[in-house]
């Protein structure tokens, strides 16, 4: 069958791929599926692998009707190969190529290259899944588990759509990798996952929250570089994948809103003015916003280092090659080559931190980790919204991008969150400031007591607006009984 726009569910690997016209790829990922499946048993959801959740799965790649809602227990969850429609007459949009014809197959010179990019984007999807797989057990409604298992199995499925791509175009070696991606462990100190956020602990549901919003937000960024990848597969997998990840952001943007609604309304009937009174605020049972603004800080430096080094020949080489481009790239009115452009790098000079103008071709981490704030800042902004709209008087904030950092410029130094240089003993003195400390960890474990009444929801989260697929308050989005 030739690639369509629905998806063939015959084969026992769905996929819009003619994937049962191609023997050698079928075999290779029907080999892969047992251990794949044994990954997800024994490191996916803990606890709730035979209940019945209410799933959307990808029955076509039309945007207007490509998912279907469904109960379904996870491990029966089809997860298929997708790629977005191919564009007729496909061009390399930036960089040495600029402007030949989209490549069908990996051109030799850049293999190693396109097989890092891939391994690591892969790397990150089965990561997220061993993160939060213990969270189903204290989740603080139905409507909220339902997310987290749709989240869940949709970067399993961001799993196979790298793993399509190493088979199909990286052969023996594709293989392995492929193999190493069901053997690495987030946090395993012996083999952990490959970059470093993914080896944190998620341990509960502010920080689920908080990581869909910022890490998954990192990976929007980074799929939309790799979207406009001169490699046309790894483009159209990445293409679709964005569909499913705008739910994902989603799930983390207004699970923290509707943290931040119960906690201002909770204040407002306690008649509680100030919002940093934090011992009267828990006294509510609900999570203050000075340590949701702790919490945020947290994610945010972790999700930075993601972008890896401000200045890197890595990502000038990406690009210099057509593998990997910029947020938008062809709504970017320039040459696309960038061979003398600048670009403002933030930098620390003799001590302080500074910008100086850097090649732009060095600084593509940079430019897609500033694009990446920009979106960030527009989020939280929303949140800001939630707590004017309330009346409170706080408002939460996005630290310098100097804070908190592991790696690039700014790893080797202590910053504050508005940015001030600190010395070592400034910073193990105020850090329980800026940074959850234990105390705020176990106050909020004390509230993560699971409620899965229909139509309930814990005390420290509001209900959402709307259903998922506009169902009814009390919809019973995971059957529940006998878990
Ligand atoms: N941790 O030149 P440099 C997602 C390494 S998230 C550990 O500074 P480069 C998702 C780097 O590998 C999106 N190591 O950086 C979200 C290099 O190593 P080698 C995932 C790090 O290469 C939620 C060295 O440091 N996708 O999808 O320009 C849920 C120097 O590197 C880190 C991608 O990331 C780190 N944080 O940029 C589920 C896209 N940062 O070569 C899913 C593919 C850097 O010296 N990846 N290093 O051994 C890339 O484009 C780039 O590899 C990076 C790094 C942007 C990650």
Known sequence: ????????????????????????????????????????????????????????????????????????????????????????DRRVGFGAHKGEKAWQEVPGEYRAMLRRLIVIQGDTEPASVEQQRFLGRTAPSLYDMRNLFQVNVEEGRHLWAMVYLLHKYFGKDGREEAEGLLQRRSGDPDRP????????????????????????????????????????????????????????????????????????????????????????????????LPTMQKKANLHFSLSLDLFGSEVSTNAANYYNCGLKGRYQETRIDDDHLLANATYPVGKLVGGKITVADEPALT??????????????????????????????RYRLELPHVAFHRGIGEFANIEASPSGEALSEADWQSRKDRWLPSKADGEYIASLMKPCWERGKFASWIAPPKVGIDNRAGDFEYVKIAGA
């Open 1 to 88: 069958m030739p690639e369509t726009q629905h998806v063939d569910y015959s084969t026992k690997i769905p996929n819009n791929v003619g994937l049962s016209d191609d023997q050698r790829v079928l075999k290779a990922l029907e080999q892969w599926h047992p251990g794949y499946i044994d990954w997800w048993m024994t490191m996916g959801p803990e606890g709730f692998q035979g209940l019945e959740v209410y799933l959307r799965t990808a029955v076509s790649i039309d945007p207007k009707g490509w998912a279907k809602f469904d109960y379904v227990k996870m491990p029966q969850y089809r997860w298929g190969i997708l790629l977005a429609p191919r564009m007729e």
């Open 193 to 288: 996952r490959m970059l470093g956020a993914f080896n944190e602990e998620t341990p509960d549901w502010l920080s689920f929250f908080m990581f869909t919003f910022f890490t998954d937000r990192d990976g929007k960024m980074q799929l939309e570089s790799l979207a406009q990848s001169g490699f046309d597969p790894l483009s159209r997998t990445c293409r679709f994948m964005l569909t499913e990840e705008a739910h994902h952001m989603f799930v983390g943007e207004t699970g923290v809103g509707r943290i931040i609604e119960r906690t201002c309304q909770a204040m407002r009937e306690a008649g509680i003015e100030d919002a940093t009174d934090i011992a009267a605020v828990r006294k509510l049972g609900v999570i203050d």
């Open 363 to 392: 600084a593509i981490n940079m430019r897609l980790r500033d694009d990446y704030v920009a979106d960030c800042a527009k989020g939280v902004e929303r949140w800001n919204k939630v707590i004017e709209t309330s009346g409170v």
